[in-house]
Nanobody
Framework: QVQVVESGGGLAQAGGSLRLSCAAS????????MGWFRQAPGKERDFVAA????????YYADSVKGRFTISRNNAKNTVYLQMDSLKPEDTAVYYC?????????????????????WGQGTQVTVSS
């Protein structure tokens, strides 16, 4: 089973940037769809972004489109989430997730149940 570990979270000011990383071990990373989700206190876990196994297909939640960029480096077994123009409402624990699926992004990739393995999360706090 693939294990993933997130890093890069922290405190940022509104309008600032952070870059999250998700390092994977085990399995065949370059065959998997990867996703980012987030969960704010007292709220449900929400989809943020997903990227196909080649990196050629991406999908974003409307709330982050144009501000966040998901990418991957298969040689480093790592997926990234570049977060720009941060807003206080982006404050949440961010989770990396793995779907043992090799194909294009589909609407099901916005649902947490489509993913097979999850990281422990990294806290992102955006101050106003």
């Amino acid at each position: 089973q693939v294990q993933v570990v997130e890093s890069g979270g922290g405190l940022a000011q509104a309008g600032g940037s952070l870059r999250l990383s998700c390092a994977a071990s085990g399995g065949t990373f370059d065959s998997y769809t990867m996703g980012w989700f987030r969960q704010a206190p007292g709220k449900e876990r929400d989809f943020v972004a997903a990227i196909s196994w080649t990196g050629g297909n991406t999908y974003y939640a409307d709330s982050v489109k144009g501000r966040f960029t998901i990418s991957r480096n298969n040689a480093k077994n790592t997926v990234y989430l570049q977060m720009d123009s941060l807003k206080p409402e982006d404050t949440a624990v961010y989770y990396c997730a793995v779907d043992y699926y090799r194909g294009p992004i589909t609407p099901t990739h916005t649902m947490g149940g489509s993913y097979d393995s999850w990281g422990q999360g990294t806290q992102v706090t955006v101050s106003s």
